[in-house]
């Protein structure tokens, strides 16, 4: 039996709190993320951080962990489709190229109230009930300083597909419905 299927047999045989004894001594040596050693801490402590946090802060990181999880489990499975990569501040998350042209897409998460998914009727009386919302506005306020403009709405033809993730209601990050907001050709996107 070789080194590594001794040791899985040695660990299938410990307790569960040997076992965290084992996991504690490995995570001295290894980094779960490289944001570890970027920010000099554990992803422990930075986990704890969240949890600690405001239901703002925790609504932006859902926000980010939404445009990873699309990132992972939605672009990176595109077939002729190339992401490009977003230097500076973009009213979209991500920039898609194939032979026909580029798609703009923004990323956003399915309205929470009370923390559970908000209901179109909830928002809109004459709405059904079996429809979910969506937050579209920038999280950040403010104006444009040149023009005095509110910078919190997107405008008309700033993206050309909507990605909502349905974790709210699916507590699955990898579940998304896509929305062609008509500023573009249609044009289908296959995984």
């Known amino acids: 039996m070789k080194l590594g299927e001794q040791v899985k047999d040695l660990l299938n045989r410990c307790s569960q709190e040997q076992r965290r004894q084992i996991f504690d001594l490995l995570r001295k040596e290894f980094h779960i993320h490289p944001l570890e050693g970027k920010w000099n801490t554990t992803a422990e402590i930075i986990l704890d951080a ?7 802060v925790q609504r932006g ?23 490009e990569e977003l230097l500076g501040d973009h009213p979209y998350d991500f920039l898609l190229q194939d032979s026909v042209g580029k798609v703009r897409i923004q990323v956003k998460m399915q309205r929470l109230k009370n923390h559970v ?20 506005q920038r999280t950040r306020g403010g104006r444009d300083p040149r023009t005095g403009e509110d910078t919190r709405p997107y405008r008309f033809g700033e993206f050309d597909l909507l990605a909502v993730s349905l974790h709210p209601s699916t507590n699955d990050w990898s579940s998304f419905l896509p929305w062609l907001t008509g500023s573009s050709p249609v044009r289908r996107i296959r995984t």
Request: proline fraction near 4%.
């Open 50 to 56: 969240i949890d600690r946090a405001s239901d703002l």
């Open 61 to 83: 990181v859902r926000g980010v962990i939404a445009e990873a999880a699309f990132k992972y489990k939605v672009v990176s499975r595109l077939e002729g489709w190339v992401s």
């Open 117 to 136: 998914p908000m209901t179109a009727n909830q928002g809109y009386r004459t709405l059904p009930a079996d429809m979910f919302v969506v937050e579209t």
